[in-house]
T-cell receptor, first 112, second 116 residues
Framework: DAKTTQPTSMDCAEGRAANLPCNHS???????VYWYRQIHSQGPQYIIH???NNETNEMASLIITEDRKSSTLILPHATLRDTAVYYC?????????????FGQGTELSVKP | GAVVSQHPSWVICKSGTSVKIECRSL??????MFWYRQFPKQSLMLMAT?????????EQGVEKDKFLINHASLTLSTLTVTSAHPEDSSFYIC????????????FGQGTRLTVV
């Protein structure tokens, strides 16, 4: 599975949008982009995933560039409870979908 | 999202004893389950992948005789840490996924193992 590159840490003011970037320049055509987050001492929580179109759900929006080499996770109105480590992972989807390999992620701190 | 439950949430055991951790998918059938280990201030490290009814596939460097994984049904997988030592103290997390295109995996809440 392709590797991803994320900033180590980011700060965001409460109520503002948090934009978390991810580079995945070696992504293959059949690989999806997944985002998870992990709040301290809990299991990771699924946020969103996409293949090439932008996606939105109740938690976040995922913007994937046209060449699919990078993406941005957007939390539209960050709250203190969004403080967590955010992981961007690429992997093959479907029945051939493999394991989720976690990188170091981005530690997002939402501040009052 | 789907619910994955781990039990126990935390456990303390004596060195040399074995500990079993259960992972259950509560509202879906998990064709594949994954086990991870996480040390403080580090990312999750995949230990093994198991498919229901098959032997687990272990990642390089993970001792299969020490970390026994059983995935006997579509809703239950167990990880047994045999002859535990203090260096096995860690946060163990399971993940479950069902088959399907682009299907995401869901994670349990984790089990904190402390070996004394």
């Amino acid at each position: 599975d392709a590797k991803t590159t994320q900033p180590t840490s980011m700060d965001c003011a409460e109520g503002r949008a948090a934009n978390l970037p991810c580079n995945h320049s070696t992504i293959s055509g059949n690989e999806y982009v997944y985002w998870y987050r992990q709040i301290h001492s809990q299991g990771p929580q699924y946020i969103i995933h996409g293949l090439k179109n932008n996606e939105t759900n109740e938690m976040a929006s995922l913007i994937i560039t046209e060449d699919r080499k990078s993406s941005t996770l957007i939390l539209p109105h960050a709250t203190l409870r969004d403080t967590a480590v955010y992981y961007c992972i690429v992997r093959v989807g479907g029945n051939q979908g493999g394991k989720l390999i976690f990188g170091q992620g981005t530690e997002l701190s939402v501040k009052p | 999202g789907a619910v994955v439950s781990q039990h126990p949430s935390w456990v303390i055991c004596k060195s040399g004893t074995s500990v079993k951790i259960e992972c259950r998918s509560l509202d879906f059938q998990a064709t594949t389950m994954f086990w991870y280990r996480q040390f403080p201030k580090q990312s999750l490290m995949l230990m093994a992948t198991s498919n229901e009814g098959s032997k687990a596939t272990y990642e390089q460097g993970v001792e299969k005789d020490k970390f026994l994984i059983n995935h006997a049904s579509l809703t239950l997988s167990t990880l047994t840490v045999t002859s535990a030592h203090p260096e096995d103290s860690s946060f163990y997390i399971c993940s479950a996924r069902t088959s399907g295109r682009g299907t995401e995996a869901f994670f349990g809440q984790g089990t904190r193992l402390t070996v004394v």
